[in-house]
């Protein structure tokens, strides 16, 4: 409903006052008339006697026309039927018509059921249009084509323009949060430019990418961060293997299908869209401040006393115990001074600051029947929360469709990208967290103080990279994605088509870290630089066949796809990089190497290929039953001899239960009741270039002597793999889609199971071996979940409606096999484990701290209760003050075995999405949450440490002893302290809140608008979490905060 809405926006806009449209009219009547003169001119006598009769028959009716909600339909079309007379509503939705006595009007508007009305007596009419869902259906994009929802077989999710375009941001991706189940998205970091992480129905595999395939306009196309969202007609997300196997190796994590916007033949429209966004943290995590990490100090000191004679808690430290009188490391302050004069640092605060972002889009199309074309700019400037974090992003596109005749049609698209992109150091923010407050970062005439922590000389000031000159990374990228396609339909039905595109960047990195730069005062080895330039240019032809036909009295439709498809990736890179002097430089230094004193030159290239043959079947009789099923060959040569073709084949079919005989009684009240099924398998090729190849490279500590001269030697680094082939994931999928009281309430529900064998992992090999490990095909996993999506407009009236859409997801995954029969493979905290999930942590499980004399009474119990045994705790889970670790399989001993799984995904995400409207103003809001999972927060880990900060922690002391965390007087790191880093990564979020406002088309359309939106949002404003201080989106990360947005943005449309 809501695009006819448009439609009839766009419709009213198009003519103007009434004037016009009578003007427009009259034109039309006028052409017509002079286009059929010749032949009326032969009429008989008679007839044209008989045409005086009926003209003095004529008289003159009025009408007005609204829809299901009472709402003025606007661009009605009203003829006389069997004649050309007629005429169209206006603004009110009235009409005025002269009509023959007898006449029957046909009443028609797109989207709405055609109405007959036998004018006879009747002057006067009041008309009320109905939806015809059959109309309505959209048109979704899946691969290599479009099918009308209501024929889906598989598994798809659509986002259109109207909801990318809603969500003013950089990132098209942004726009699919919340609002496509089993659909996972997570904002990397809050820097300018950061990317998107996206993961569709959960993970696959262990070592291959799980994100999903992401193409534009039919071709690879990769990150989102390249395109302007204004460029974007519709994004679809192929989930089942019906509808991704298609795609092969390339559709194992699912698809996401980007359609760019189009010329279309009629007037010409322009639009421009503007935005401004105030950027700034969602949340800083909390340290320690001022006197309460004097506290921690005394704490500490006391702690120590405690322990050193027994006596708990009868020590109480002085300030003058803890703090220097005297400066350490040749600091300009000693302690005591600061906390005298109470001038304590808060480094985050110092460092953050707001950004702005301006984005600008203008766009012009239209065309006639023959040539359509779309034009379109934009300008995006992101500011970052840090000094020189900035990304300046510019874009153009050209559209052009040509119709050369009945049989040929012609295409083309280019897509330019151009970014500049001045990038921080990573965890510079982090830094900040970890740096003491007593700590002053300027002397007292101003200068920045090098390394200004008490504790640790070691600890660079993290506002030297502020410093001008002292940091440059500077990114610029030039992008070209130019697509041009033939078309032949040669009879009715069979249409051909060749496409060719040519992806083209160019990207140059340089880099420069002054000495006295964060990173380069704690290395000492001088200022650094680095130059890099790489080259990508990736071919795609693809030629498809695709035959349309019904047969059988139009009972059987029958569609048929032929395609094939050639890929070729070729990359180019170079660096020089290395050390130069402990010397002050200039902003961008790194154009000039020759500064650097023993440059490390590197470059590689390295090329690909591709070769696919695929075919689709779709049947459909009655438009009942559907059946599709298709077929892909790959062949890819990152693959070895005799493994590199792989097949993947998918069946579907569907049943629409509602249009049966048997459910007539249903039909006031069930518009659509279709269930589905699809079993596909589609393939992973996740490695690199060469793998299956033994490789040497080059190393700079070995040499060779030949004559007078030395060259560098070569060592092996790569074990080969002949046998190396796909990744195979073979899915199953069950579906239902409804709609209810002429679909006032839809929806559609999925149940999926997904089985990955021939998994690309790293094995292990032993010492012995020159090797530590060679890719190779071992292992298994399985999952499956749920999802569910409903939507509706609960409240629809003449002014106010509400429109509302939920969705729900689940998703479980589970290693099934790892490699010769091994059980675990640990590294660290991480690795994978038969029968859990693939993203875990695993480690051990902290009950609080030790309290005084606790540990002995524990022990003297255990020992009770397991006669002739001794509890075996090391003294690093038996100290008081210390980490509580639990004993899991309780046999006295804290060993591997007492690990837990902590799984990183979430059990469910949940996304709702609602937008009330009142005449011409609109309030929508999205809320989003997921739910289940844990996080390993990098702000717990410092605590370990009496050298720097920690965060503002419940900790253990002697009146304190139920506290989650240790004493920080403790005098060694403690062995289990990791084991208080996690936390449940759970949290709500209201994602956006979206205030507009559309103006009056009776004021707007004076000066030549057909449209005009102001609106304000905010976006990311609300988080609601166990963990205080910290946005669960950065899932443990404290390298950078996210941002949240207030935004303030125009939609004009001529």
């Not at 028609?108 to 109405?115: C, F, H, L, P």
């Not at 019906?242 to 639009?271: E, L």
């Not at 480690?843 to 119990?861: I, L, P, Q, R």
Request: a negative charge; hydrophobic letters at 35%.
């Amino acid at each position: 409903m809501e695009n006819v809405q448009k439609t009839r926006r766009l419709f009213a806009s198009a003519y103007g006052c009434k004037a016009s449209r009578s003007f427009l009219i009259w034109s039309l009547s006028a052409a017509m008339s002079i286009s059929v003169a010749p032949m009326m001119a032969e009429v008989s006598s008679d007839v044209r006697n008989f045409g005086t009769q009926l003209v003095t028959q004529v008289k003159s009716v009025t009408g007005t026309i609204i829809d299901e909600t009472g709402e003025p339909m606007i661009g009605v079309s009203v003829l006389v039927q069997g004649t050309t007379t007629g005429t169209v509503t206006d603004l009110d939705g009235k009409f005025v018509l002269e009509v023959p006595a007898n006449a029957t009007l046909v009443i028609s508007y797109i989207g709405y059921k055609t109405q007959n009305i036998k004018v006879g007596s009747q002057h006067a009419f009041a008309i009320k249009m109905e939806s015809d869902n059959e109309v309505l259906d959209e048109v979704v994009v899946v691969g290599y084509g479009v099918v009308k929802k209501r024929d889906l077989t598989g598994s798809v999710s659509s986002v259109k323009a109207g909801d990318i375009q809603k969500t003013a941001s950089s990132n098209a991706m942004q726009a699919m949060q919340a609002k496509v189940p089993g659909l996972d998205i997570q904002q990397s970091s809050g820097q300018a430019g950061s990317g998107i992480n996206i993961n569709l129905r959960g993970n696959r595999s262990i070592n291959a990418d799980n994100s999903p395939l992401i193409l534009v306009d039919g071709v690879e196309y990769g990150s989102t961060i390249d395109i302007n969202p204004s460029d974007i007609e519709s994004m679809e997300v192929l989930k089942d293997a019906s509808s991704t196997a298609i795609y092969g190796t390339k559709g194992a994590n699912g698809v996401i299908i980007i359609s760019t916007k189009r010329g279309k033949a009629g007037k010409t429209k322009v639009n421009l869209n503007a935005y401004v966004s105030v950027n700034e943290p969602t949340n800083i995590p909390k340290v320690m401040y001022g006197e309460r990490e004097v506290r921690r100090l005394l704490d500490a000191k006391n702690y120590k006393d405690d322990i050193a004679d027994g006596s708990w808690g009868t020590h109480h430290a002085k300030v003058e115990d803890v703090l220097g009188t005297a400066p350490n490391f040749g600091l300009p302050y000693s302690e005591m001074d600061v906390y005298n004069e109470g001038s304590y640092t808060d480094w985050p605060n110092l460092l953050l600051k707001n950004g702005l972002t301006q984005n600008y889009d203008l766009s012009i199309s239209g065309g006639s029947e023959k040539t359509t074309f779309n034009i379109s700019m934009g300008a995006m400037v992101e500011g970052g929360l840090l000094k020189n974090d900035k990304l300046a992003r510019y874009n153009g596109k050209l559209s052009v469709d040509h119709k050369v005749n009945d049989i040929l049609k012609v295409g083309m698209d280019m897509l330019y990208t151009h970014k500049n992109h001045d990038k921080r150091s990573g965890n510079v923010f982090g830094r900040s967290l970890y740096m003491s407050t007593i700590a002053h970062p300027y002397d007292a005439d101003g200068n920045i103080i090098l390394r200004p922590s008490p504790y640790y000389e070691a600890h660079a000031n993290p506002l030297l990279d502020d410093q001008e000159g002292a940091y440059d990374n500077n990114i610029v990228t030039n992008r070209l994605f130019a697509t041009s396609y033939l078309q032949l339909t040669p009879i009715k039905g069979l249409t051909l088509k060749t496409l060719f595109n040519v992806d083209y960047q160019q990207q140059h990195e340089g880099l420069y870290r002054d000495y006295q730069s964060v990173s380069e005062l704690q290395s000492a080895k001088g200022s650094y630089i680095s130059n890099d330039q790489n080259h990508y240019i990736n071919y795609t032809w693809d030629n498809t066949l695709n035959y349309i036909t019904d047969f059988g009295g139009s009972d059987h439709s029958l569609t048929l796809l032929l395609g094939s498809s050639t890929k070729r990736n070729e990359a180019r890179s170079s660096q020089v990089s290395g050390y130069a002097s402990a010397e002050h430089y200039y902003k961008s230094s790194f154009y000039d190497v020759s500064l650097i004193k023993t440059p490390v030159n590197t470059s590689s290239y390295t090329k690909t290929t591709m070769q696919s043959y695929f075919g689709r079947v779709n049947y459909s009789y009655k438009s009942k039953y559907l059946l599709a099923a298709s077929l892909r060959a790959d062949g890819s040569s990152v693959l070895a001899k005799g493994h590199k073709w792989g097949y993947f084949p998918s069946v579907a079919v569907a049943w629409r239960v509602s249009d049966e005989n048997f459910m007539e009684s249903t039909r006031d009240w069930l518009d659509n009741l279709k269930l589905r099924a699809s079993w596909g398998s589609t393939g992973n090729a996740g490695t690199s270039a060469y793998q299956t190849l033994p490789m040497v490279n080059a190393d700079n500590q070995i040499y060779y002597e030949f004559g007078s001269g030395v060259t560098t030697g070569r060592i092996p680094t790569t074990l080969g793999n002949e046998n190396l082939t796909w990744e195979t994931t073979t899915s199953y999928n069950f579906g239902v889609d409804f709609g209810f009281w002429g679909n006032r309430i839809y929806g559609s529900a999925d149940f999926y199971i997904n089985k990955t064998k021939d998994l690309l992992y790293a094995q292990s090999l032993p010492l012995s071996s020159v090797y530590s490990h060679v890719l190779s095909n071992i292992g298994k996993t399985k999952g499956h979940g749920f999802e569910i999506q409903i939507g509706g407009v609960p409240v629809r009236t003449k002014n106010f409606n509400w429109d509302t859409t939920l969705s729900v997801s689940t998703a479980k995954d589970e290693i099934v096999e790892l490699s010769n029969g091994l059980e675990k493979n640990i590294n660290g905290r991480t690795g994978q484990i038969v029968g859990q999930p693939l993203n875990i942590y695993y480690y051990y499980e902290a009950d609080g701290c030790w309290g005084v004399g606790e540990f002995e009474t524990y022990k003297a119990d255990w020992e009770a209760s397991h006669p002739g045994k001794t509890l075996d705790f090391p003294e690093a889970n038996s100290t008081t003050g210390d980490v509580k670790i639990v004993d899991r399989n309780d046999d006295g001993k804290i060993t591997d075995d007492d690990k837990r799984v902590y799984d990183r995904s979430p059990k469910c995400i949940l996304g709702w999405n609602n937008t009330l409207t009142y005449k011409d103003f609109s309030l929508s809001f999205l809320v989003y949450a997921r739910l289940g999972g844990w996080m390993e927060y990098g702000l717990y880990q410092q605590f370990r440490y009496d050298n720097a900060n920690w965060a503002d922690l419940d900790y253990w002391t002697p009146e304190n002893q139920g506290a989650r965390f240790p004493t920080p007087g403790l005098t060694k790191q403690n062995t289990y302290a990791a084991s208080t880093f996690y936390e449940k990564s759970s949290y709500i979020k209201i994602k956006d809140i979206t205030l507009s406002y559309n103006l009056p088309k009776t004021w707007i359309s004076k000066i030549g608008m057909s449209n005009l939106r102001v609106y304000g949002s905010m976006k990311n404003f609300f988080t609601f979490s166990s963990v205080d201080n910290y946005d669960p989106e950065r899932d443990g990360d404290i390298s950078f905060p996210l941002t949240k947005q207030l935004v303030f943005g125009v939609n004009i449309e001529f």
